[in-house]
């Protein structure tokens, strides 16, 4: 079973940055994603990748927040700039059914719902002050 880690998270002032990063076995898998839940609120989808390296993103952090994935790593990463206290919340790293020979049924395309990912890290809290 994967593990996924995710780190750097932390407290920033708006308009500043964040990078993310989410250690584990990333090359297991056709897409990985970054989620986010704030309290009170609904998990969403903040952007996820493909082993392409193509990009999907939420409309609320479009242009200012880039996902991507280094397998030689072993991470996943969010790069998050201008950010808005809006961003704040927990972040989670994801990840489908691995690819074969590692696991079945793994997916062909990259969806932004929570319920296409089986694997998932702790979380990493993001707090964006005005």
């Known amino acids: 079973q994967a593990q996924l880690e995710e780190s750097g998270g932390g407290s920033v002032q708006a308009g500043g940055s964040l990078r993310l990063s989410c250690g584990g076995p990333?090359?297991?898998?056709?897409?990985m994603g970054w989620f986010r839940q704030a309290p009170g609120k609904e998990r969403e989808a903040v952007a996820v990748v493909d082993s392409d390296g193509l990009a999907t993103y939420a409309d609320s952090v479009k242009g200012r927040f880039t996902i991507s994935k280094d397998n030689a790593k072993q991470s996943l990463y969010l790069q998050m700039n201008n950010v808005k206290p809006e961003d704040s919340a927990m972040y989670f790293c994801?990840?489908?059914?691995?690819?074969?020979?590692w696991g079945a049924g793994a997916p062909t395309t990259c969806t932004m719902q929570s319920a296409g990912f089986d694997y998932w890290g702790q979380g990493t809290q993001v707090a964006v002050s005005s």
């Open positions: 994801a990840a489908p059914r691995p690819l074969p020979p």
């Open positions: 990333v090359y297991l898998f056709y897409c």
